[in-house]
Each structure stands twice: as C-alpha cells, then as structure tokens.
C-alpha cells in the first residue's frame, strides 16, 4: 500500500506563493500519474492537476492554468505543485493522489490518497 504524505502548506497573502510537495513511502510512484485535488469547507473535492508518469504530460483545471505548476522528480520520488499567484479562493484542503492506470481529472481513478494540507490565502 502507497502512503502519500503531502507538505508545504500554510498561510500565506494574496498574490503569495507555495510550493507543495508530496512524498510517497513504502512505494515509488515513478510510474504511476499523480495529481492534485482541492476541498474548500462546504465544497466538494475539485480537481486542480494531473502529471503522467515520465513528467511530459500535464493538464490543469481552468481555476488554476497558468498560476499553477505540477511537477515530478521520480529520482527523488516526489510530486510537487507550484502556486502562484494564490488567490483567497484557492483556500482549502490539498490532497496529492496517485493513478496505477490512468491520466484523470476524475477523482475516482486515483488508488491512492494523502491526508492533505492545509493553504490558506488572506486577502
């Protein structure tokens, strides 16, 4: 079983960067595609960003293209994404999720699931 344990989160103001970053133990998850997903109080869990397993293919929700960067370093086995210009509405839960088959914006194609970290952008 793949534990994932995301970090990086925090406060931070508006127009602020974070970099979070995802960590797998008692697996590596170089072949697998991972993503990102959000859950803000009261919403359901939303897509954010997906990275396929050789890092060359990417695809991002509309909310966060072109602020957002995920990104893999499978020789260090870690998934990171890259926030900037964070917005208050960017507030929530952020999972990092691993896919044995697939390259998904859907949520119930990911096997594995972190616990999440919380980012919180002041206005």
């Known amino acids: 079983q793949v534990q994932l344990v995301e970090s990086g989160g925090g406060l931070v103001q508006a127009g602020g960067s974070l970099r979070l970053s995802c960590v797998p133990s008692?697996?590596?998850?170089?072949?697998?595609?991972m993503g990102w997903f959000r859950q803000a109080p009261g919403k359901e869990r939303e897509f954010v960003a997906v990275?396929?397993?050789?890092?060359?293919?990417?695809y991002y929700s509309d909310s966060v293209k072109g602020r957002f960067t995920i990104t893999r370093d499978n020789a260090k086995n870690t998934v990171y994404l890259q926030m900037n210009s964070l917005k208050p509405e960017d507030s929530a839960v952020y999972y990092c999720?691993?896919?044995?088959?697939?390259?998904?914006?859907?949520?119930?194609?990911?096997?594995?699931w972190g616990q999440g970290t919380q980012v919180t952008v002041s206005s």
């Open positions: 999720a691993g896919s044995e088959a697939f390259f998904s914006d859907y949520a119930g194609t990911y096997d594995h």
């Open positions: 008692g697996r590596t998850v170089s072949t697998y595609a």
């Open positions: 990275i396929n397993w050789s890092g060359d293919n990417t």
